[in-house]
């Protein structure tokens, strides 16, 4: 199985983490975004979108991280998915409320408080208040769901940790005030604490 991915992707990352996680054999593909290694025919052919990550086993693709987390998870038992209905159809609210409602807001805030900054270019001051107020605003309700629960769903670790945390990846780069969401804070640092995570921590820029 071969996962390809970018090291500075938070999208790569959480795949690369749960497959360490699980103890699942990939050969992991380190693409070039410079070089556009993304873009190459022979890439496109796996993801014909040109992103990171995706999964290439035998003569079967699928990629999207979220989906790419789904795959990983089901190849062994475990507890990843859920125990029930009620549980699986709460790991997939959230792992879609991740790529519908947070992942759009992060990125500007990535590129505009921390690439921007290392590379010497003023920041956006607009695009980055707008989606610091949206984050403030996401971040309420996710600190709200996690209160009094180690993890968000069934109070163990899913697949649904492993797709919202990639999206913490900078967020002490790019300024996410998790001081004033204490329940999301003690989330990240318990994502933080696995192996597999401190594993794939992308290299430091700047």
């Not at 996401?138 to 069934?154: E, I, N, R």
Request: proline share 5%.
């Amino acid at each position: 199985m071969e996962l390809y991915h970018w090291p500075m992707s938070h999208n790569g990352r959480k795949a690369r983490a749960l497959a360490r996680h699980l103890g699942i054999e990939v050969e992991e593909k380190a693409l070039s975004m410079q070089d556009k290694d993304h873009k190459a025919d022979a890439y496109l052919a796996i993801n014909p979108m040109g992103q990171v990550p995706a999964i290439k086993d035998g003569d079967y693709a699928v990629w999207e991280a979220n989906a790419v987390l789904i795959y990983l998870a089901a190849q062994s038992q475990n507890d990843l998915l859920g125990q029930s209905a009620q549980e699986w159809g709460h790991i997939t609210q959230w792992m879609t409320w991740q790529s519908v409602e947070l992942s759009p807001v992060v990125v500007p805030l990535h590129v505009e408080n921390y690439f921007k900054r290392v590379r010497g270019i003023h920041a956006d001051e607009t695009r980055r208040d707008a989606a610091m107020e949206k984050l403030r605003a996401l971040l309420a309700v996710f600190d709200a769901a996690l209160k009094g629960k180690g993890y968000l769903v069934g109070n163990r670790l899913t697949v649904a940790d492993f797709a919202v945390a990639g999206d913490f990846t900078y967020a002490a780069n790019a300024g996410f005030p998790l001081s004033d969401f204490p329940n999301v804070a003690r989330w990240l640092e318990s994502v933080e604490a696995l192996p597999a995570w401190a594993d794939t921590t992308p290299p430091q820029i700047g």
